[in-house]
């Protein structure tokens, strides 16, 4: 019995960076770098995203998808790959505002660490963008075309046709 990694950790990147989101728009708004909290959730988002990225290079390593089934493959991995470097580009965006304002204590926000703080709040809105196409693309393969990361799917029973993709193992 092999233990199925992908669905596993690719749900964490998905709410963590829908969380990012809010809590850069509060920091945007406010003019001010939070506590850290942020910056601990994009760390893990950033690991955990890496590692669904990983697990889900490997599951679709043993399907034989065809037509719309293997566009839609490629699509979510195209899109999940670029899951990480987003959080990291968005990690890295907050550490310098942390920095701009740590070398600014006690004086009023700088337009640089309120042009970073915004930039935050982008990039956050555009990695959960990225983050909800690879999820919705997810689902589609699952649901739609029956991928599953434990089975390989007959490329034979892949049609255009409702109910009709079945593992290629028999049940």
Known sequence: MS??????????????LTLAVFLCAVDAARSRVGSGFIEGLL????????????????????????????????????AGNLVPWLAAALLALRLWARLE?????????????????????????????VVLRTGLLGGELVHEYGVTSKTAVSPSTLDDGPDVYRSAEPD
């Open 3 to 16: 233990y199925d990694l992908h669905p596993a950790v690719v749900h964490f990147p998905i709410a963590w």
């Open 43 to 78: 760390l893990l988002t950033l690991l955990t995203s890496l590692l669904a990225t990983w697990s889900g290079d490997q599951a679709l390593q043993v399907q034989q998808l065809r037509g719309a089934a293997a566009d839609t493959a490629q699509a979510h991995q195209q």
């Open 101 to 129: 304002e740590r070398s600014k204590s006690g004086h009023a926000p700088t337009p640089r660490l309120r042009l970073l703080l915004w930039a935050s709040f982008a990039v956050s809105v555009l990695a959960a963008g």
